[in-house]
């Protein structure tokens, strides 16, 4: 069983830099597991705001970027904002044609 | 701009079958490649369920393959998810998507589903 690890939670200050990551319970995620970040409100749908590793979903502002850290996948807030306090989730493909999700980091912004 | 909205009961009785549809609007289904069934539990997350290409082939989460059944009309510019023997622990919010390069890129709203007698 594969499972995608992510911070459990992580406090970042306003106007602050904060870095989530995204790994394997065995092995290195890289580019070739193609990863994704999504933000989710509660009470909302996921919305996406990464694919391909480091390429931006429409509309989604330039202070989030995704990158390979090490042996996992990252998501960079710089400059974090009130409205970036929520949930985030990596997804891995895994090429056998399936998606798993990393277990998800709530942010806190104070 | 796509809109995906999922339908279907909101309570489904324990061992019995779940039964979903994905109505897509402001885009036709054929315009992507492929469309995913996603759920989400307080227990275990976000799930990929599984998808479906515009032309019928099927991939589905090695964890629930063998319950797990997704179908596209494309006449109706829907897909639809059968969900077979459903336990409590299915119990949770139901999403579809239309997928991006290796991505979940656009998501319904979500509906609730609950198992229950």
């Known amino acids: 069983q594969t499972v995608v690890t992510q911070e459990p939670s992580f406090s970042v200050s306003p106007g602050g830099t904060v870095t989530l990551t995204c790994g394997l319970s065995?092995?290195?995620?890289?580019?070739?597991?193609?990863p994704s970040w999504y933000q989710q409100t509660p009470g909302q749908a996921p919305r996406t705001l990464i694919y391909?590793?480091?390429t931006r979903s429409s509309g989604v502002p330039d202070r989030f970027s995704g990158s390979i850290l090490g042996n996992k996948a990252a998501l960079t807030i710089t400059g974090a904002q009130a409205d970036d306090e929520c949930d985030y989730y990596c997804?891995?493909?895994?090429?056998?044609?399936?998606?798993?999700f990393g277990t998800g980091t709530k942010v806190t912004v104070l | 701009q796509v809109q995906l909205q999922e339908s279907g009961p909101g309570l489904v009785e324990p061992s019995g079958t779940l039964s979903l549809t994905c109505a897509v609007s402001?885009?036709?289904?054929?315009?992507?490649?492929?469309w995913s069934w996603l759920r989400q539990t307080p227990g275990k997350g976000l799930e990929w369920i599984g998808e479906?290409?515009?032309?019928?082939?099927?991939n589905y989460n090695p964890s629930l393959k063998s319950r797990v059944t997704i179908s596209v009309d494309k006449s109706k510019n829907h897909f639809s998810l059968k969900l077979s023997s459903m336990t409590a622990a299915d119990t949770a919010v139901y999403y579809c998507?239309?997928?991006?390069?290796?991505?979940?890129?656009?998501w319904g709203q979500g509906t609730l589903v609950t198992v229950s007698s």
């Open positions: 998507a239309r997928n991006g390069r290796y991505s979940l890129a656009s």
């Open positions: 402001g885009d036709s289904i054929s315009s992507s490649d492929w």
């Open positions: 479906i290409y515009r032309g019928g082939n099927t």
């Open positions: 065995s092995g290195s995620v890289s580019t070739s597991y193609h």
């Open positions: 391909e590793t480091n």
């Open positions: 997804v891995l493909y895994m090429g056998s044609d399936y998606y798993v």
